[in-house]
């Protein structure tokens, strides 16, 4: 596995980029200078990052994001071959 984080991620097990491996290994985004853990999904070449509002839920039952537009810095919380227990 590389040493930087794809491009476009998704916590959202039924996106197609939704990747489990890379998940695992846990990744750090810096949107905009602040460090945010709170990201549903990111994209670093578009710029922008989705992020839930409040506890509100869609008809889904899924929690409703916002779309923000900036500077996304991602990489990984844990180095290769490492895991978390």
């Known amino acids: ?19 489990e491996a890379v998940l695992e290994r846990g990744i750090g985004i810096r949107f905009n200078g602040v460090e945010r853990h709170n990201v549903e999904e990111y994209c670093i070449s578009e710029g922008w990052v989705r992020l839930p509002v409040g506890k509100a839920l869609d008809r889904r039952g899924q929690p409703m994001t916002m779309k923000m537009n900036g500077t996304v810095e991602a990489w990984f919380l844990t180095p290769a071959g490492e895991t978390k227990e």
């Open 1 to 19: 596995m590389s040493e930087t984080p794809p491009d476009h991620l998704s916590n959202d097990p039924r996106s197609k980029f939704y990747d």
